[in-house]
Each structure stands twice: as structure tokens, then as C-alpha cells.
């Protein structure tokens, strides 16, 4: 199994006050700036959010622009919906690109127009996708409909999860989908340039965002780690990005995650294990690294 490289979602640290006893006496602490310690990993360059299609607008490339700037290293940007079916107009935790459609005789059609916007916006200020590959093209899903959810804020956070959060009915075209995609990278970025990125699979499988079982995310897994190293071998996979493992549920996903990909059966090759470049589970209050 290769080495894991673990990477922490960064998020606001809440600290809790507490309470002092009546006799407590002020305590001055002082700072000299002047004085160096030591060097400061520059961890809060890396960002994500829900809304891919927001990344091209004029405010986009403006906040965009303003972060870049703010780093002494490339940025790194994470976005959903990369892969959903749609015109491009975004909405409230949605986002599409119609990367993937299918004529009537069921050919895949591909088109990486928005999806070229959105990595150029990036990739013009220096900065370095994390690229999520997800969700499921409409074409593709196993329970296509309801597919884009109406969800805005008072309604239940459940109902976002429609038909783009279900498994391929056919891995192969998906498959072949995330090898075009790599490959359709390298031809406009460059093979250096997409082996500096990192791809994983989808967001936190281990809630509703994935509709279906963890074997059916270890296949897809198994399958998208086929296509992309087929497309570039340098090229990082890994995920699966699952929630804070302090709970069980979310714990128990990703300790079989890494047991898949070290001992398991591989879905594609039908050999042990499958290609895992770097595996993290993070959530907004907690981190944590699961080891086998």
C-alpha cells in the first residue's frame, strides 16, 4: 500500500469560555513579533466550496485573485458538482458543467466547456485543483430522478440529495469519463502540470452525499483510480474525503475504505489492493487519521 499523505480541511477553531474564579488575577502575556521560533506552515491555503459555477463570475475571479495573492504558496480549490448535468446556472449547493450527456442511442456526448472555465480561472492565478470528481451525470445515475434539488435554507438538508448522489449504472462509461477528463487535462495543462494536483472521489460517502453502499464506493473507487492513473500514472488519487471519524459511522467507513484499497479485491483488475496516493477524512470541528 503506498505511503498515505494526510491532508487537513482548515476551519474556525471555536474555543469555549471559561469560567474564572472571583479572586482570579489578570495574567499580561507578551508577544515580541520580532523574534523568529521557527517557520509557519502556511496551512490556510486551501479552500473549497459548494457552488463550482460561482468560480468564473466577476466576484469569483475577484475573491479568487485576492486569495491568491494573500499566499506564499499555491492555493488549492475544492469544489462540488463538477460532474452534475445542467446549464451552468448556479444555485444554492448546486452547481453543473453537462460534461457528460448521451445521445438516443445512448453514446456518451462530452463537453469540457465549463469545466475548462472553471480549472482556467484557477490555473491562471497560480493555483492547484484539488479536483473533486463528482457527482453523477443524470445520464449515468441509477435513480436519475428528482435529479438538481429546489433546496434553500428552512427546508431539510436531506432533500439536496437527489439523483446526482447515486452510483453509475454503467462503471465503464464512468470509467471512461474520469480517463477523457485526465487525459483532456494533460492536453490543455500539461502532464507536470496535472501531476501537481490532487484528485479524489467524491464528498464524505459516509453521509447522505452517497446514496449508495461503501462496496459500491469501493467499486466506483476502484474504477476511478483505473481510469486516472491510466490517463497519467504520476497522476495523486485518493479520498474518500468522509466526515470526522470521532464518530463511529463515519470511523468504520473509512477504516474499511483503507482496508479495501489494502486488501481488498480490486473491482477492475481483480487483484489486492488499489492505488491510494493520499486519504484524509475531515469535517468542519474535527480531524482525525486512520491508520491500519
Known amino acids: 500500500m503506498r505511503v498515505l499523505l494526510l491532508l487537513f480541511a482548515c476551519s474556525w477553531i471555536i474555543c469555549p469560555a471559561?469560567?474564572?474564579?472571583?479572586?482570579?488575577?489578570?495574567?499580561?502575556?507578551?508577544?515580541?513579533?520580532?523574534?523568529?521560533?521557527?517557520?509557519?506552515?502556511?496551512?490556510?491555503?486551501?479552500?473549497?466550496?459548494?457552488?463550482?459555477?460561482?468560480?468564473?463570475?466577476?466576484?469569483?475571479?475577484?475573491?479568487?485573485?485576492?486569495?491568491?495573492?494573500?499566499?506564499?504558496?499555491?492555493?488549492?480549490?475544492?469544489?462540488?458538482?463538477?460532474?452534475?448535468t445542467g446549464d451552468g446556472t448556479p444555485a444554492l449547493k448546486w452547481g453543473s458543467s453537462n460534461v457528460y450527456t448521451e445521445d438516443a442511442n445512448g453514446n456518451p456526448i462530452y463537453d469540457w466547456t465549463i469545466i475548462d472555465k472553471i480549472v482556467d480561472t484557477w490555473t491562471q492565478r497560480n493555483m492547484k485543483p484539488l479536483v473533486e470528481i463528482g457527482f453523477m451525470p443524470e445520464a449515468?445515475?441509477?435513480?436519475?430522478?428528482?435529479?438538481?434539488?429546489?433546496?434553500?435554507?428552512?427546508?431539510?438538508?436531506?432533500?439536496?440529495?437527489?439523483?446526482?448522489?447515486?452510483?453509475?449504472?454503467?462503471?465503464?462509461?464512468?470509467?471512461?469519463?474520469?480517463?477523457?477528463?485526465?487525459?483532456?487535462?494533460?492536453?490543455?495543462?500539461?502532464?507536470?502540470?496535472?501531476?501537481?494536483?490532487?484528485?479524489?472521489?467524491?464528498?464524505?460517502?459516509?453521509?447522505?452525499?452517497w446514496q449508495g453502499t461503501p462496496e459500491e464506493y469501493f467499486k466506483l473507487y476502484d474504477y476511478t483510480a483505473d481510469a486516472v492513473k491510466r490517463a497519467l500514472p504520476a497522476a495523486r488519487i485518493g479520498g474518500p474525503h468522509s466526515t470526522g471519524p470521532s464518530s463511529k459511522r463515519a470511523?468504520?467507513?473509512?477504516?474499511?475504505?483503507?482496508?479495501?484499497?489494502h486488501e481488498?479485491?480490486?473491482?477492475?483488475?481483480?487483484?489486492?489492493?488499489?492505488?491510494?496516493?493520499?486519504?484524509y477524512s475531515a469535517d468542519y470541528d474535527d480531524v482525525g487519521v486512520c491508520k491500519i
Not at 21 to 43: E, F
Open 18 to 84: 471559561f469560567a474564572q474564579p472571583d479572586d482570579a488575577k489578570p495574567t499580561a502575556i507578551r508577544v515580541d513579533a520580532s523574534k523568529p521560533i521557527g517557520s509557519m506552515v502556511p496551512m490556510w491555503a486551501w479552500f473549497g466550496h459548494d457552488e463550482p459555477n460561482y468560480t468564473y463570475m466577476k466576484d469569483g475571479r475577484k475573491l479568487l485573485s485576492e486569495l491568491a495573492a494573500l499566499s506564499p504558496v499555491p492555493v488549492h480549490m475544492r469544489v462540488h458538482n463538477l460532474l452534475c
Open 251 to 261: 470511523g468504520d467507513f473509512l477504516q474499511a475504505f483503507l482496508k479495501h484499497c
Open 140 to 209: 449515468l445515475s441509477t435513480k436519475p430522478q428528482p435529479y438538481q434539488h429546489n433546496w434553500r435554507p428552512g427546508l431539510p438538508y436531506g432533500e439536496i440529495f437527489t439523483g446526482w448522489a447515486y452510483p453509475p449504472r454503467d462503471y465503464n462509461k464512468w470509467a471512461e469519463l474520469v480517463y477523457r477528463w485526465v487525459r483532456h487535462s494533460v492536453d490543455r495543462y500539461g502532464a507536470d502540470e496535472v501531476a501537481s494536483w490532487y484528485w479524489e472521489l467524491w464528498n464524505e460517502p459516509d453521509t447522505g452525499y
Open 264 to 279: 481488498g479485491t480490486n473491482a477492475v483488475t481483480g487483484k489486492t489492493g488499489t492505488p491510494l496516493d493520499f486519504g
